[in-house]
């Protein structure tokens, strides 16, 4: 992200590359968390043993189809998909946080998500920095 900033600003670069700039970075993100996200939570679904001596299947990401299925008393066989992750990543970055319906359980999966908002915050400030700049 940085590299990104130095480049642009020695470039002296206008604000539809700068546009054009961000939205890759951001892009770009996403799919990084995505992957994350999937790579954190996707095994706790099969029952291994986590870490810290908890049930596996007591934490990660809860979905809100699975609340609803709890809800409904039938068992639960729904399983997360790649699209349901994309889903979870972007709702986070759009909100700077945990976006609503969905609950994380464990502390690996909180600090990626803090981690995430984070990133998301300092972008978006980078992102208001430059354009502000480009119009001086």
Not at 20 to 31: E, R, V
Not at 64 to 85: C, H, N, S
Not at 117 to 128: E, N, Y
Request: charged letters at 15%; hydrophobic letters at 45%.
């Amino acid at each position: 992200v940085l590299a990104v900033n130095v480049a642009i600003y020695r470039r002296n670069a206008g604000s539809y590359t700068l546009l054009t700039q961000s939205l890759l970075l951001y892009i770009s993100t996403n799919l990084l968390f995505v992957f994350w996200y999937w790579f954190a939570d996707h095994p706790l679904r099969y029952g291994t043993e986590a870490p810290d001596g908890i049930e596996a299947q007591d934490q990660g990401i809860r979905f809100p189809e699975e609340e609803v299925l709890e809800a409904a008393g039938k068992p639960q066989t729904w399983l997360p998909r790649y699209t349901d992750y994309a889903y979870f990543t972007l709702l986070s970055s759009n909100n700077f946080g945990s976006p609503e319906g969905h609950l994380l359980v464990g502390l690996g999966l909180k600090r990626l998500q803090l981690i995430h908002t984070l990133f998301m915050s300092f972008l978006f400030l980078i992102v208001v920095a430059r354009a502000i700049n480009t119009l001086a």
